[in-house]
């Protein structure tokens, strides 16, 4: 049963350790090789603290948080990430966030949400998201 | 650091040839990138589940899009796109301020991608806490092998030349 969302309802805390191995995962898993996300020397020569997380890793984390509060079928049309701060290896990232908005566009139910994500540095990723939900009353086989 | 001459300013709105995607949009690719977020999401992979959803059948997880258009490290492949002919004085390091996706199409396994890209913006020369330099707006454009356009990608970077070292 699809669940009817209401502006202002709060889409509760996902948690992800930012381990080194997931900064290689991210790496091999984004297809992303500039070297300020594998390379400690490089990061700080360039103005970091060390080796962080690159958009596409946080674009990675929106997709899946969109999937869990919203169901498996509710497809993202848009997602915005606005870098604040560094997501950096050795924190741990919590995406929490609250519905902004519910409505129809051209025939489409569609739900956007306000969501942060922080470590233990602060707020480091102002996000919008955009998902459609199935029309209501769908019927599912 | 000079302001930005003719020559880049010439690389503005014009789009790219496109470029084909190294690779087609496969559930391998998909996988590992599930497993980097954790993300459990069955309809990715279980084309039985898939099918009995409005979306009507498996596809790759949308936030990928951009990780299609990323070129292999080996062997390399020499770019000719505005973005790979854009040379800031200077300016040798990157990094992303903002990105805006938009989702036309779910992609299934087995699509072929191409991309264009377009640089939109060149901002002043500015100073922040990284370094000096500009801020680079540009899109990308995904289409399918039907040439139907699938999804954007809008980028803000910053250009600059990093600070010296103990300088704060």
Redo the contacts between chains.
Sequence with gaps: MARQWQAGDSLPPIRLDLTIRRAAQAVAGTRDYYPAHHDEQFARANGAAGIFFNTMFLQAFAGRAAGEWFGYDAFLRRLEVAMRGTNYVGRTLVAVGTVAAVREADGRRCVDADVTFSTEDGPTTAVKLTVQLPAEGTVVP | MPAITEKERALIGKESAPRPAPYPVNEV?AR????????A???YFDDG?AR????QGKFA????L??WA??P?WPEVEREDPLAQLRLEGC????????????LE?LRYGDTLTVTVQISEIGEEKTT???TGHFVSTLHTFRNQSGQAVGTHT?TLFMYR??P?GGD
């Design positions: 690719m590992f990138w599930c497993e980097m977020v954790e993300d999401n069955a309809i589940c009995g959803t409005w979306l997880p949308p936030a990928m951009f990780t990323m070129e490290v040798t390091a990157t990094i992303a301020v903002n990105a805006v996706q938009v989702y779910p806490r990284l370094g980028f990093p600070h070292p």
